[in-house]
Structure formats: structure tokens, C-alpha cells
């Protein structure tokens, strides 16, 4: 993937129906959704359960686009090569899931796939300082991770202009995930955010059968993002 840091849309579909993964998939794409988002959590590390990496490997076949891994377990070492194999094309783990992150994301570059290294809120960004050049992506958590409709945390505004700080003019994408909407997304992108997750700021009011929602709502999410007023 050629680097640039045009506006990209990840719709996380935690919020889509589960019953009919691939018909939400092809929506979103067909709307206009940049890259799928998928928020993989163990109950442990987070307080939800959701998917493996054999549901991953079944919404790869419906992803033409880019599949974004986000993986919200502890210990999350064991699982990396499972989740590159499944067809994720960043695998993005947390910094407080274990005590080596330099080598967690060596392990994911060792598989060819992408490497994301994700903050939760009460984490400083001068936790990846130092693994940067090991990075693709820095993930921004807005919400304590876990469960989706959760409101914006606005102390992680500040932390995302550090971060595009830190990183310069090296390569990175820096993605924020958490209570991102039309309100938010102004916000997060002023400060130096380039890949937004939005679950049911994208999904709400939609479905396969009116996926002309989703990308009414990815629109307001893009316009809102460069001060513009949706129409």
C-alpha cells in the first residue's frame, strides 16, 4: 500500500449485523468505506468476547478493499500468525498487552502484514517513542476499548497532536478509534488523525438493504472532518 495521508474511512464492523457480515461488507465498500475495521477482543484484556481468527478468515473473502485487525487481547504473541494467515492486512496490537511491544511488533512484520501499536486512553504517547520505526500506525484509543457507543474522550485530542509530533515525516498513519462522529471528527483530524473508525456513527439507520445510509453517513463523517457543514 503507497503511503499518504488523504482521509481514510475504517467503519468497525462490531457494528454491523452479525448475522450478514459479508452483505455489510460489500456495502460499506461499495459506499465509499477506505479500509473494514475489525475490533477482535478476548474477554480478558477487554470485556467483550468476538472474533476469531476463522470469522476473520471468512470476512477476508469479502474485503476487496484493506482489513484492518485490531487486536484487543492479552497475550497477543501467540495469536499473531494466526491473524495474518486469516488475511488481515495490518494486525494492530496494544502496548499494555504484554511487557515486549518492540518484539510483538517485530513478530507482526515477520509476517509480511502491516504493524499498528494501539494506546488506551490513559496511556502516554511516549510509550511507542521509541518502537516507531517498528510502526505503520499508531492507534489512538478515544474509548476505553471493549464495546462500541462509548463518548469521546476529548484528553486524547492532545495526545494525537504529541504523537504527529513525534512521528514527523516518517511513514505512519495515526488512527483514532472511539465515539467518532461528525462532532469528533473535526477534531481528531486537526490534530493530526488520518484513518478514522466509526462503527455506529457509520451504521446507524442502515443495513444491506439501505446501504445508501452508510454512505450518507460516511459522508457527513468526511465533510465534518475538513470543516464543511454535510448537506
Known amino acids: 500500500m503507497t503511503f499518504d495521508r488523504r482521509?481514510?474511512?475504517?467503519?468497525?464492523?462490531?457494528?454491523?449485523?452479525?448475522?450478514?457480515?459479508?452483505?455489510?461488507?460489500r456495502a460499506i465498500e461499495d459506499q465509499g468505506a477506505d479500509w473494514v475495521h475489525v475490533d477482535v477482543m478476548d474477554?480478558?484484556?477487554?470485556?467483550n468476547l468476538t472474533f476469531g481468527p476463522p470469522a476473520v478468515k471468512a470476512f477476508r473473502k469479502h474485503v476487496t478493499t484493506f482489513m484492518d485487525?485490531?487486536?484487543?487481547?492479552?497475550?497477543?504473541?501467540?495469536?499473531?500468525?494466526?491473524?495474518?494467515?486469516?488475511?488481515?492486512?495490518?494486525?494492530?496490537?496494544h502496548v499494555e498487552a504484554g511487557p515486549h511491544i518492540h518484539r510483538t511488533l517485530q513478530a507482526i512484520r515477520a509476517t509480511g502484514r502491516m504493524a499498528g501499536v494501539a494506546l488506551n486512553p490513559g496511556t502516554p504517547a511516549d510509550s511507542v517513542e521509541h518502537v516507531l520505526d517498528l510502526c505503520d500506525m499508531v492507534l489512538v484509543m478515544s474509548v476505553n476499548p471493549g464495546f462500541g457507543g462509548q463518548k469521546f474522550i476529548h484528553s486524547?485530542?492532545?495526545?494525537?497532536?504529541?504523537?504527529?509530533?513525534?512521528?514527523?515525516?516518517?511513514?505512519?498513519?495515526?488512527?483514532?478509534?472511539?465515539?467518532v462522529?461528525?462532532?469528533?471528527?473535526?477534531?481528531?483530524?486537526?490534530?493530526?488523525?488520518?484513518?478514522?473508525?466509526?462503527?455506529?456513527?457509520?451504521?446507524r439507520g442502515g443495513s444491506a438493504d439501505m446501504p445508501e445510509v452508510y454512505g450518507r453517513n460516511m459522508q457527513a463523517i468526511r465533510e465534518a472532518a475538513f470543516g464543511r457543514v454535510p448537506a
Do not use: C, N
Open 7 to 25: 482521509l481514510r474511512i475504517a467503519p468497525s464492523i462490531l457494528s454491523a449485523d452479525f448475522a450478514d457480515f459479508g452483505r455489510e461488507i
Open 43 to 47: 474477554g480478558h484484556f477487554v470485556p
Open 69 to 93: 485487525v485490531h487486536l484487543m487481547i492479552a497475550p497477543v504473541d501467540p495469536f499473531i500468525e494466526a491473524y495474518a494467515e486469516a488475511g488481515a492486512d495490518m494486525i494492530t496490537a
Open 156 to 179: 486524547q485530542v492532545a495526545k494525537i497532536e504529541r504523537l504527529r509530533a513525534m512521528i514527523g515525516d516518517r511513514p505512519i498513519h495515526i488512527q483514532v478509534d472511539g465515539g
Open 181 to 203: 462522529d461528525p462532532a469528533t471528527a473535526p477534531l481528531v483530524v486537526r490534530a493530526g488523525a488520518d484513518v478514522l473508525v466509526a462503527g455506529s456513527a457509520v451504521f
